[in-house]
């Protein structure tokens, strides 16, 4: 099994920076990709970024790109998201997840295995 936690949520105000961290644990020797999903009051989940433990890799939504960045440290098995020039259409929960699966884009939700429980992102206007 692999445990996701999820940190580095907040309130901020629109412009601002947050980095969100996901550690992860358990049996990650097998975990291949790491994604970032989101979810807003009201709307279905959807795909954020998502990159390689190796790092060849990384996804995008066009909503986040030049804004969002995200990366890995293999040594810490933890990934970061961070997000600058954050708006409040940016508000939602976001979740942390890993696939065991070879790359296959990043942004399919059915792809992954194991979730994490989620933080809050509040960006006020």
């Known amino acids: 099994q692999v445990q996701l936690v999820e940190s580095g949520g907040g309130l901020v105000q629109a412009g601002g920076s947050l980095r969100l961290s996901c550690a992860a644990s358990?049996?990650?020797?097998?975990?291949?990709?790491m994604g970032w999903f989101r979810q807003a009051p009201g709307k279905e989940r959807e795909s954020v970024a998502a990159?390689?433990?190796?790092?060849?890799?990384?996804y995008y939504a066009d909503s986040v790109k030049g804004r969002f960045t995200i990366s890995r440290d293999n040594a810490k098995n933890t990934v970061y998201l961070q997000m600058n020039s954050l708006k409040p259409e940016d508000t939602a929960i976001y979740y942390c997840?890993?696939?065991?699966?070879?790359?296959?884009?990043?942004?399919?939700?059915?792809?992954?295995?194991?979730w994490g429980q989620g933080t809050q992102v509040t960006v006020s206007s």
């Open positions: 358990g049996r990650t020797n097998n975990l291949n990709t």
């Open positions: 990159i390689t433990w190796g790092g060849g890799s990384t």
């Open positions: 997840a890993a696939d065991r699966s070879l790359w296959s884009g990043g942004y399919r939700e059915s792809e992954y295995d194991y």
